[in-house]
């Protein structure tokens, strides 16, 4: 679950927004948790010791990114970094997206069981989050991220070896950027 960052245009890091009466760092490793990942490990950043003393992690492992403000791929590294060797593919989640549902990560899960070295949930045809990584594509993604690029550079310029998992009917990938967009979430009027 990548949480670090500063929420700059929300005005606040967004792991620690309430959304439906929880932080959206709790819902994220839940998310992953409930999806099938284990073990599961959030990457955080802004307000890290905030997030750590306030957030129920359970027993994801929160890891530290002291280089957040260079970008998400500071995020991608830190985590991808704090797996053990046994840990074959991860699912990159985002802290921001409360509708993602446990079931767009089985189906990527699946996809890698079936043999799938890169996964990716797809929304009205577009790529989006999450994505699934094999551990043997991890050097070659990260070779490619920088800044907030994370692993959309690799996959756009290796896109035949992604396989495209549509989640459209399971799962929603609407992102929380602006204090706005979580009040449509919420269905405030105000």
């Not at 760092?25 to 010791?49: F, I, N």
């Not at 992690?57 to 890891?63: F, I, S």
């Not at 797809?122 to 699934?132: F, H, I, K, S, V």
């Amino acid at each position: 679950m990548l949480a670090a960052g500063a929420g700059r245009r929300m005005g606040r890091p967004k792991a620690l927004l309430q959304f439906q009466g929880r932080l959206l760092v709790e819902r994220g490793v839940d998310l992953l948790r409930a999806g099938g990942c284990q073990p599961v490990h959030a990457v955080v950043g802004a307000a890290a010791d905030e997030v750590v003393a306030s957030a129920d992690l359970g027993t994801a492992l929160a890891v530290r990114n002291d280089e957040w403000a260079t970008g998400l791929a500071s995020s991608l590294r830190a985590g991808l970094a704090s797996m053990p060797a046994e840990v074959e593919a991860v699912v990159i989640a985002l802290v921001d997206q409360p509708l993602v549902t446990p079931e767009a990560i089985h189906r990527l899960i699946s996809a890698h069981h079936a043999g799938a070295l890169l996964a990716v949930a797809m929304y009205a045809g577009e790529p989006r989050n999450p994505t699934l990584l094999a551990r043997k594509t991890w050097t070659a993604v990260l070779a490619e991220s920088h800044g907030d690029s994370g692993a959309r550079s690799y996959l756009r310029s290796h896109w035949e070896d992604v396989v495209p998992v549509p989640c459209d009917d399971i799962s929603s990938p609407v992102d929380l950027d602006t204090p706005a967009d979580l009040s449509i979430l919420l269905g405030d009027d105000s």
